[in-house]
């Protein structure tokens, strides 16, 4: 028999690994930035165009590559940072496998100038599919500039397989704020198609959060810090109120590369129970310092998952280095209310009510019996104007009526206020013991401000106020992507939200199916949008935060569920607008709910699966009472 294994040709090999390295544009971005930081630069320049897909250019300031460097770095398992098995687990920088430069000169076209500081000239060379096309000295400045140009220009497959380009630029931006988090004393610069995103100056860790995610950052930042023999933190958590839905503000650092761990995330979330809801997201960037023989960060091919042999030690400092902080800066609510600096000093500072508060203070024993002489202080006469008459209640019987009271919270027989002898038996006082609201005595009426009860020929029918509304908005909306016939009122004074840079991209990649629902939005200047129109059909006082949830509860579901931009965004836009529970509705408007839920085409469940109506036969009313 013929001999059917054999040795796969290096180009091959190559794609194949390729296949583990290079994902997608973003994924050879984070390489080459990781081997500028690696290289020693102090300043690193980023110029993508077409998202990558054309042009990914980076260029350092490192110390550069000699002629034999230059060519080797290319080659596959060739690298400056393991000799032995043991310097596995002693590794302080990046890249140390050696197939990062080989798998992406396989898939692309590669351009590469690099220069040392004692060198005259430095080299050029050129690579396309892994085949060296030109090798030349070259004068350029000290340092390496790296051109990945056409990736995947020979793995058409691959190629078609990218998305939009506004996803791939919103994965180019996050590989990019995680490298320049890492290191906020390098200088980064980001720039594409021509239009420069980001120019971080070197500085201190709160002034590089502030460049990245913007100056509405700098007061909700608190300092986390604690150093224990076995972990050392250092870092930043927002604050509870700043909390999002999402995820993709979270940042965990050991030894200054960027992990995910659902673990460690648990301990953080952990150390905010009660301050908010349990769907929420805080921010956080969190470095952690630990002895690199306790780490093993070979364990995936992305290097963004590794394994502490302790982590339930690494979860508790978290928990606590968290809990500690958020305690430290009074974010936690004190109840030691001498503490409340707004309280005692609002009082020190007006004199007329410390005097009113030492009037009333006074001790009076003409109106207090012997037996409380021990008081040094007496409760305040309630007699002013604004509280006057409830005290009479308990004299002489008289009607009197606070200025404060609404004329439908006065009871018109003043026996109701004096008698305090059961009236159980009384036939009035039975039919008030369960009052029915004016607008609730039709057909339909609400419990709670949360479920409309509707009567039927055969029973009762239940409903979910907020689960039907949102069904009710969600079939409308898709209807309206899908004809883009959604109408648009004006805004009187259109508003303008600065955005992040994902967030403007996601923005720019979602502004069709946001004109088909009725929204205006116009770019309006770097990271700027202007909101010019909202839909007709939605009750808004403030356009900007209703898009702003919108666009959470769009990332949201987009983490969450496996939808394409239209299912999402009309889901979004349903969950954000719908009516709450707490809300009254009157007669018409119930009616109107009950019949628009049955004009929809699944009218049995809500956006999250749950019911939006529960149905009471009478026979089932008839057994709660053993008929």
């Not at 400056?80 to 990062?100: N, P, Q, V």
């Not at 594409?192 to 509405?216: H, T």
């Not at 648990?266 to 023989?293: C, K, R, T, W």
């Not at 009271?405 to 009236?423: A, H, M, R, W």
């Amino acid at each position: 028999m013929n001999d059917i294994i054999q040795l796969l040709p290096d180009a091959i090999a190559n794609q194949i690994a390729a296949g583990e390295v290079v994902q997608r544009p973003a994924s050879a971005l984070k390489e080459m930035l990781e081997n500028a930081v690696d290289a020693g630069a102090t300043q690193v320049q980023v110029v993508v165009k077409d998202a990558g897909k054309a042009l990914m250019l980076v260029i350092d300031n490192g110390k550069g590559m000699t002629l034999t460097d230059a060519r080797m770095c290319f080659e596959r398992h060739a690298t400056s940072k393991i000799r032995t098995s043991a310097d596995l687990f002693a590794i302080h920088t990046f890249g140390f496998r050696g197939e990062a430069m080989a798998s992406i000169a396989a898939v692309s076209q590669v351009e590469m100038k690099t220069r040392q500081a004692g060198d005259e000239l430095g080299t050029l060379i050129q690579i396309e599919g892994s085949e060296f096309k030109k090798q030349e000295p070259i004068s350029c400045p000290q340092g390496t500039s790296i051109a990945v140009k056409n990736l995947f220009f020979n793995v058409p497959a691959r190629r078609n397989f990218l998305k939009s380009n506004a996803v791939e630029m919103k994965h180019l931006v996050d590989e990019f704020q995680r490298v320049a988090l890492s290191y906020p004393e390098i200088g980064f610069k980001f720039t594409q198609n021509d239009m420069e995103l980001f120019n971080l100056v070197p500085g201190k860790l709160s002034q590089r959060i502030v460049g990245i995610f913007g100056k509405n950052y700098q007061g909700q930042l608190v300092t986390c810090q604690e150093e224990t023999p076995h972990l050392n933190i250092k870092g930043y958590i927002g604050k509870p109120e700043n909390a999002k839905k999402t995820r993709g503000e979270q940042y965990f650092f050991v030894n200054n590369r960027f992990i995910r761990s659902n673990y460690l995330h648990h301990a953080v979330s952990n150390a905010y129970e009660g301050l908010m809801p349990s769907d929420m997201q805080p921010f956080y960037v969190l470095f952690l310092e630990i002895d690199p023989s306790h780490i093993d960060i070979n364990v995936h091919p992305t290097k963004t998952e590794i394994k502490f042999d302790d982590e339930r030690t690494v979860y508790a400092v978290i928990r606590s280095a968290v809990k500690q902080s958020l305690g430290a800066h009074n974010v936690v609510p004190a109840l030691d209310f001498n503490m409340d600096v707004n309280f005692t000093e609002n009082w020190k500072n007006d004199e007329i009510r410390k005097s009113d508060v030492r009037l009333e203070n006074t001790y009076k024993p003409d109106d207090l019996g012997k037996e409380n002489s021990y008081k040094n202080f007496q409760t305040p006469s309630f007699r002013k104007q604004d509280v006057s008459g409830w005290e009479r209640l308990f004299e002489g019987g008289e009607k009197t009526i606070s200025p404060d009271f609404e004329q439908k919270d006065v009871i018109d027989s003043p026996s109701d206020f004096l008698t305090f002898s059961s009236k159980a038996n009384d036939s009035h006082q039975r039919e008030q013991i369960f009052p029915i609201e004016q607008e609730n005595t039709g057909t339909t009426f609400q419990v709670e401000l949360s479920y409309i009860i509707a009567q039927m020929s055969s029973g009762l029918l239940i409903l979910d106020q907020q689960a039907t509304h949102e069904r009710i908005l969600y079939e409308r909306y898709l209807k309206q992507l899908k004809n883009a016939a959604g109408i648009s009122q004006q805004c009187l004074f259109p508003q303008h939200i600065q955005l992040s840079q994902s967030d403007f991209a996601l923005v720019m990649d979602i502004k069709e199916e946001l004109n088909s629902l009725g929204f205006v939005i116009v770019e309006f200047g770097k990271e700027t949008i202007l909101i010019q129109g909202v839909p007709a059909d939605i009750q808004v006082t403030n356009e900007k935060a209703l898009f702003e949830g919108l666009l959470e509860q769009f990332k949201h579901f987009k983490s969450e569920l496996s939808l394409d931009n239209r299912e999402n965004l009309a889901r979004s836009l349903a969950k954000k607008s719908a009516i709450k529970k707490g809300v009254r509705l009157d007669s018409t408007e119930m009616e109107t709910l009950v019949g628009q839920l049955f004009a929809c085409q699944n009218p049995n469940y809500g956006l999250g699966g749950n019911k939006t109506f529960v149905k009471l036969d009478l026979h089932k009313i008839h057994a709660f009472f053993n008929r």
